[in-house]
């Protein structure tokens, strides 16, 4: 491991430590270094506040003059409700900048280098470059298609089954495993389950870690259909969205706008589009999207081909059965040369269960 790279971990290091905080605004971790000293460290740490440059820089103050500065993400070169990192870098004094990777957003997309370039500062591009682009993946695609990053998980048997024939869930997966998902929820903006899952659970789609933070609930319900009684109506702990076809329930609406829920009407005839979905939740600033759906909404998305990244909890059990539900439905491929390949696949063990990790590969 070079200098180089262990500095860039440290940065990378304390900016994933604000996941879910960030939003939309990507992770970013800075660390300046002078004299073989840190002297300065730094993280973006919620939208509209200081830049993880600009805390990095506060902190080593007249240390930071002649030093190296390392970032996860080239510094911004814009106005926005902070200042350029670019030009605070330049005057602090600051003889070297080392950035992990370009900023894909249009306004900087380079011209941050620029800016350091053009007053003489030596800049190094693309140490731990893989891992920083990881890391925001969410930023990344919301940036450049104003769509959230959709991430699909599912709590499944060895035989990929949700439940048993007699719709029985609790529990396929441990309390470890559960645990884990909670994380996931307070990483990801908004949480979509379907209107049978709210009928049937009645769950409350909540973040259950301390300091944890509720996503907005969103709900696909073509009719309507699911109960004003239900804890995501009712319990007023994050904000619920509800996603209706032209078939729509007019009473019910009404009655669910009175209790403060959002109604969205979508394209669809008899059924809600997840395409419509997806839109208008990046036109309302969602840029992170996590479903906890049935096999028939799950399928729906994956056919759409708007799954970014799956995450599967795999229990050590069995169930079986031909009526027992699986995870993905709907109608499915007719060939295994159709089959959605998952790529950068990765297990870890989280108690007796396994968590897979992969990404969709899809047939263009």
Request: aromatic share 6%; glycine share 8%; with cysteine.
């Amino acid at each position: 491991m070079t200098s180089h790279e262990f500095y860039m971990d440290l940065a990378l290091q304390n900016a994933r430590a604000m996941k879910g905080q960030t939003d939309p605004n990507p992770l970013v971790g800075s660390v300046i270094v002078n004299d073989n000293r840190v002297v300065g460290i730094g993280a973006h740490l919620k939208a509209g506040e200081p830049h993880a440059e600009i805390h990095a820089l506060r902190m080593a103050g007249e240390k930071a003059k002649g030093g190296t500065i390392y970032v996860t993400l080239e510094p911004c070169s814009h106005h926005g409700r902070t200042g350029p990192c670019a030009v605070a870098i330049v005057e602090a004094g600051l003889k070297r900048v080392v950035i992990a990777t370009l900023d894909p957003n249009p306004i900087v997309a380079g011209n941050g280098v620029k800016i350091l370039e053009d007053a003489g500062i030596e800049v190094i591009i693309g140490v731990r470059e893989k891992e920083s682009q990881q890391m925001n993946e969410v930023f990344n695609k919301f940036i450049v298609k104003k769509k959230p990053f959709v991430t699909l998980k599912s709590g499944i048997t060895l035989d990929g089954k949700i439940a048993t024939h007699t719709s029985h869930s609790k529990w396929i997966t441990s309390e470890e495993a559960r645990k884990d998902v909670h994380h996931l929820r307070n990483e990801n903006m908004a949480i979509l389950v379907g209107a049978n899952t709210v009928i049937k659970d009645n769950p409350e789609l909540t973040t259950r870690i301390p300091n944890g933070r509720n996503p907005i609930r969103v709900i696909m319900d073509s009719a309507l259909k699911i109960p004003l009684e239900s804890k995501v109506v009712t319990d007023k702990q994050a904000e619920t969205w509800i996603f209706t076809s032209k078939n729509y329930d007019k009473e019910k609406e009404a009655a669910l706008l009175s209790l403060g829920i959002k109604v969205f009407k979508t394209s669809g005839s008899k059924h809600v589009d997840p395409n419509d979905v997806v839109h208008i939740l990046g036109e309302n600033l969602v840029s992170s999207l996590l479903i906890e759906g049935g096999g028939t909404i799950n399928a729906s998305f994956l056919e759409n081909q708007l799954i970014d990244k799956v995450v599967l909890y795999f229990a050590p059990k069995l169930i079986g059965g031909k009526h027992a539900p699986t995870f993905l439905e709907g109608e499915g491929f007719e060939k295994m040369s159709e089959a959605v390949e998952l790529s950068d696949g990765s297990f870890t063990k989280i108690g007796p269960d396994f968590k897979f990790i992969g990404y969709p590969l899809y047939h263009i």
